[in-house]
């Protein structure tokens, strides 16, 4: 029972990160850039499902609001931060993603309080299922449901839709899917928006779950990410899925153990610079190059 | 002069050390650090040590820039094996490896931090006009390296490291020397802060600060050190000077990082010698 | 022209303006501590106007000079320096956590300053020197009350222990498991998680299968919050136990439901039939927008104390300010009642429990054994 409930708890937080760390991949694969910045993106997603829920009394609503509303953020980080230093070394928009994140933490803390947000009325926060003697909560389901029905969407997409076939092909071959006429700026926006859509859902769970957003809470998922995406081979969705569940899994059965030698962020760190000191490119799935 | 100013020239000094060795590692040779705050964390920890188990300054000293030297060239390392944006997120990592393991340990006081270090003995004073000689002496060395072969060989590795390899540039050692030199100093700077605080905890040194010390770096203008120092006094001094920077400190600095990038990537050392180009045209 | 000139200086010369007494303050305003910092400095601002508009202190205004420590060690020592030197100020309140706090109580002693340490709890405080004072129950202590709590007044024999891992987490955790063996309490499995958690899937799956009496948890309502409500969720049954710093509307907000019955040690007693704490609430509500919790109560007992002491003393000198805050003797918090000062200007004062019933705060227990509890003497 103890064991399930671990596991419940780990697939539902690895399908979690899936939905966060995805964006991070796609940008990466497409333009080479750490888009540190997208955790703020996250935590914006978190953020507005909770006040448009507040605002409107319907938690849907606030998901709604959350998903038209980050992509065009994410958009915009692309237009008015990438774009213009896409010449440069990739260590340049880098710093400027994480400064953008840093600036975004404090401009949350402005702007919605140091208090941060609760749900007025969390209608599936509190509501658990008992499954043979394992409790799990609607909003796991949700997610788990969720993720499976976006990525399923996502294989389909890339491969049935001629957008979805021409995004694929310019992440892995940008020149040659430009020699076909794809435009590759529109792929790019699509990227940036696909990405973030799919973080504000994330976001918008985790606010259920935990029925709290605060400032903090897009800095301890960018470390994970991070750590997610280089495990699952840079740029690769599926490798990205992969790597989510196993940390989520691990996570849950592992931090009773180790957190007596580092805190929980230095332990995602460990994994992550072991894994590049060992192998730059990924475990699973290829890496873009 | 009062206990305020005193203190204030007191940090100005430590972050333009920290400033500075920063720039040596990420402007003169182009790899890019964004934990220059584990090294400086080690330092201040090992002087803090040395202080509670011997209270010899020299040796305090030592320690630290021993301990920070030898923590930055094991992350040297590290940026042989991956390229710029990457070594970035391991340094990063090495931040926060640094502070998650403190915090953990009991003998360097775990959450509690160490208190009571014994104190310098020269005073609050005296602490400054010492922490003041070794600024100075770092923006002399910086300067000195800018100009000599060395800073020749750094910066040929931070641009094109293919090519400075046809030169017969071993790569690997300048890189190895850039961390080595820089967190040997942003180690002597941990000591230093340890003999002016007598208190030390592990959120003194998070990555909060490092993206802050690279904020200076950039603002001042990557690889020019009197670029660095201004900016490195300009924005310790601008919390303090207006009430506004100081309530929304990281919204500004994360704000000017951005800008900066995003509209003048050579920082104001850039800026600063367009407008002097421009003005011996005229 | 000359004469209304003539007028006005005579005016302004017959009441020359009196020098304010300036009361230094530090507090979180910026960083993670930022919620704490708001409540703090609005409760300050508040007793600051409060005793002002009752005439002040020895015919003189109270002026408050605020200043942002970020709950961090050095910008405490730093902001400390900025009061002594650049303000010249002689009595300060300190309205951070106990890492601020630990770091300035030894500037202001060598500058022979009176510090007052609202709710900073870390024992390092008041060993820095006399002229430190603490309004608020020292971590162990706290623990070691709720040990007696949850054993003798609860009955409750098998515990689980959450500790947030930070000085004041610790702290007060020490000390309850200090003190449990003595209440027959068997702290079955410790856990521990970091002040930015807000997910506990793994420490929840571990206590359901402890199965526990009871579960004793340390933290802050944003930890204490999701981690209540995840234990709820999982259908965990057993008294839920929290720390002193899960007070706070926010909390009964966070966890919803699940904050039902929920024990609070050394929560403030907001039920006591007393003008100056409904007058407190009120206003506090009307200037914040939310309801005060114990940072806030503290906060302005403590600027009441010191303006109390000035009173007694006479006079704005430190060292006759610091004698008279050492004698106070049954002075009325918004808390209840503190008996006094120790040796180590701890306070003496009993430890109130509060519950959650029907979303709202209640009065629970009063722990009167002030022995069980006895902060360290010098």
């Known amino acids: ?289 | 002069m009062s206990a305020y100013e005193i203190s204030l020239l007191s940090v100005i000094g430590i972050n333009v050390i920290l400033a500075v060795s920063l720039n040596m590692i990420s402007g003169f040779c182009g790899q890019i650090s964004l934990g220059h705050g584990a090294f400086y964390g080690a330092g201040a920890y090992a002087a803090a040590l040395a202080m509670i188990g011997t209270g010899n300054i020299l040796l305090a000293l030592i320690s630290a820039i021993v301990v920070g030297s030898l923590l930055g060239i094991v992350v040297g390392f590290a940026s042989l094996r991956v390229r710029s944006d990457f070594l970035a997120v391991t340094t990063i990592g090495v931040n926060f490896l640094f502070t998650g393991f403190v915090r953990k340990q009991g003998w360097l006081g775990g959450e509690m931090g160490i208190s009571g270090i014994p104190g310098s003995g020269l005073g609050a004073d005296g602490n400054m006009v010492m922490i003041l000689l070794f600024a100075a002496a770092t923006i002399a060395l910086s300067l000195y390296i800018g100009r000599s072969w060395m800073g020749f060989a750094f910066r040929a590795v931070g641009e094109d490291e293919d090519t400075a390899a046809t030169l017969g540039i071993n790569a690997a050692a300048y890189k190895l020397a850039a961390f080595g030199i820089g967190t040997a100093l942003a180690g002597l700077a941990g000591g230093l802060y340890t003999f002016f605080t007598q208190f030390i905890t592990a959120d003194a040194f998070d990555f909060i600060l490092s993206v802050m010390l690279m904020a200076m770096v950039v603002i001042g203008g990557i690889g020019s050190t009197w670029g660095v120092v201004v900016a490195a006094i300009g924005l310790t001094l601008l919390p303090e000077a207006i009430r506004f920077v100081n309530d929304y400190r990281l919204l500004v600095f994360g704000g000017l990082l951005v800008l900066v990038i995003r509209l003048a990537p050579g920082g104001f050392a850039a800026l600063a010698r367009a407008v002097a180009t421009r003005m011996s045209r005229a | 022209m000359m004469g209304a000139a003539a007028v006005a200086f005579t005016i302004t010369s017959a009441h020359p303006t009196q020098a304010d007494i300036k009361v230094g303050f530090q507090a979180p305003l910026t960083g993670f501590a930022a919620t704490d910092g708001k409540s703090a400095k609005i409760a300050a601002e508040m007793a600051i106007d409060d005793i002002n508009a009752a005439g002040g202190v020895l015919g003189q205004k109270l002026q408050l000079i605020t200043y942002d420590d970020q709950a961090k060690s050095d910008q405490a020592i730093f902001t400390a320096n900025k009061l002594i030197g650049e303000d010249g100020v002689k009595l300060v309140v300190n309205g951070s956590y106990s890492a601020s706090g630990r770091a300035a109580a030894p500037v202001f002693q060598k500058a022979g300053v009176v510090m007052i340490a609202a709710y900073g709890v870390h024992p390092d405080i008041t060993t820095a020197g006399d002229y430190v004072f603490r309004l608020v129950h020292l971590g162990p202590p706290q623990g070691r009350a709720t040990a007696l709590f949850i054993g003798k007044m609860l009955g409750l024999k098998k515990v689980s222990a959450i500790t947030m891992d930070n000085d004041y987490g610790q702290a007060t955790m020490d000390g309850f498991l200090e003190a449990a063996p003595k209440y027959g309490i068997e702290v079955i499995n410790k856990y521990s998680y970091s002040l930015k958690d807000r997910q506990f899937g793994s420490i929840v799956a571990s206590v359901k299968r402890d199965n526990p009496d009871g579960i004793y948890a340390t933290g802050y309502f944003f930890t204490g919050g999701p981690l209540v409500s995840q234990l709820r969720a999982a259908g965990i049954k057993a008294p839920i136990i929290g720390s002193q710093a899960f007070d706070s509307e926010k909390f009964i907000e966070i966890a919803g439901p699940a904050a039902e019955g929920t024990y609070i040690v050394d929560s403030f007693d907001r039920n006591r039939k007393d003008e100056a704490l409904q007058h407190f609430f009120t206003e506090f509500q009307k200037r914040a927008g939310y309801a005060p919790e114990g940072v806030a109560a503290v906060t302005y007992s403590a600027v009441k104390l010191m303006a109390d002491g000035i009173r007694r003393a006479g006079s704005t000198d430190p060292v006759k300010v610091r004698d008279a805050l050492a004698a106070t003797k049954n002075f009325a918090m918004l808390e209840g009642n503190l008996n006094g000062f120790n040796s180590l200007h701890e306070i003496i004062m009993p430890i109130s429990v509060n519950a959650i019933k029907d979303g709202k705060f209640q009065a629970a227990a009063q722990i009167t054994d002030l022995d069980a509890f006895a902060p360290p003497e010098k």
Not at chain 1, 127 to 152: E, K, M
Not at chain 1, 261 to 271: E, S, T, V, Y
């Open chain 1, 1 to 289: 029972m103890y064991y399930i409930d671990l596991a419940v708890t780990g697939v539902s937080f690895g399908c979690m990160y899936a939905m966060m760390a995805v964006g991070l991949t796609l940008v990466y694969g497409l333009l080479r850039i750490l888009h540190v910045a997208h955790a703020a993106v996250f935590a914006l997603g978190a953020y507005v499902t909770v006040v448009v829920a507040n605002a409107t009394g319907s938690v849907d609503a606030g998901f709604l609001a959350a998903i038209f509303i980050t992509p065009l953020f994410g958009m915009a980080i692309y237009r008015m931060l990438y774009e213009p230093l896409l010449s440069y070394r990739p260590d340049v928009p880098m710093i400027a993603s994480v400064g953008l994140l840093v600036l975004m933490q404090d401009a949350f803390r402005i702007v919605f309080g140091e208090q941060g947000v609760t749900f007025r009325n969390n209608t599936y926060g509190f509501t658990t299922f008992d499954v043979f003697g394992v409790t799990v909560n609607a909003v796991q389901i949700a997610i788990v449901v969720s993720a499976v029905i976006i990525f399923l969407g996502l294989h389909l997409f890339t491969t049935q839709t001629r957008t979805g076939v021409g995004w694929r092909a310019t992440v892995s071959q940008p020149k040659i899917a430009a020699s076909f006429g794809i435009d590759s700026i529109k792929v790019r926006y699509l990227n940036f928006a696909i990405g973030s859509a799919l973080a504000a859902v994330a976001g918008g769970m985790v606010a259920l779950l935990n029925n709290f957003v605060d400032p903090v809470i897009g800095y301890v998922v960018s470390y994970k990410a991070l750590a997610i995406i280089v495990l699952g081979g840079l740029g690769s969705v599926r490798g990205t899925l992969i790597a989510s569940l196993v940390l989520g899994l691990v996570e849950s059965y592992g931090t009773i153990f180790i957190g007596r030698w580092l805190d929980r962020d230095a332990i995602a760190f460990l994994a992550l610079i072991a894994l590049l000191m060992i192998r730059p490119q990924g475990f699973v799935g290829t890496r873009a190059t």
